[in-house]
Structures are given as structure tokens and as C-alpha cells.
């Protein structure tokens, strides 16, 4: 199904993805688990280790992981990790 390798590749991101959630906001549900191990595209894999690295919370992570596939960017108010940390962007 995967040239050799890939595969591997595709555990491996989800196993990343699994664990950057551990340490950002404790256990996973197994429910949560099971729908990253249905993801096959590295990209969006990829995406999600990102969102899970920068969500402020674990509702917003959600929100991303249920998203359609042609979802690319995280958005909205509560991604200001700058804002949220009293750093003013260079173009204030």
C-alpha cells in the first residue's frame, strides 16, 4: 500500500503526535488515539504535531484534528502565542 518505508514514517509521526499531547495536556483518550492512527497523509500528520505543539488549549486542539483535510492553518483569536505572552509583534 506504502512504498517501504512510509509506513514506518506514518507510525512514527503519529507516535510524535501522541506524545507531544501527552506532555502538553496529559492523557490522550483512547477515542482521540484511534482517530490519529486513521490518518494516512504525512501531511496532515505533520499539521497536527504543530497544533498539538501551539494549541493554548486541549479544546483547540480538537477543534483542528476534527477539521476537514484541506485545513492548512490554525486560526482564530486564541493563536496569538506572542500576544498571549506580552511580546508585541513588529508591526505594533
Given amino acids: 500500500m506504502f512504498p517501504l518505508g512510509e509506513e514506518n514514517i506514518l507510525v512514527q509521526d503519529r507516535e510524535d ?3 507531544v499531547l501527552r506532555m502538553r ?13 486513521a490518518v494516512y497523509s ?4 505533520q499539521r497536527l504535531i504543530l497544533v498539538a505543539a ?9 477543534d483542528e484534528l476534527f477539521a476537514s483535510d484541506e485545513s492548512f492553518r ?3 483569536e486564541s493563536y496569538h502565542p506572542l500576544e ?3 511580546v508585541k509583534s513588529s508591526g505594533e
Fill in 74 to 76: 490554525m486560526v482564530g
Fill in 54 to 62: 501551539n494549541a493554548p488549549g486541549w479544546k483547540d486542539f480538537l
Fill in 25 to 37: 495536556f496529559g492523557e490522550v483518550p483512547p477515542a482521540v488515539i484511534d482517530f490519529i492512527y
Fill in 42 to 45: 504525512p501531511d496532515t500528520l
Fill in 17 to 19: 503526535l501522541i506524545a
Fill in 84 to 86: 498571549r505572552s506580552g
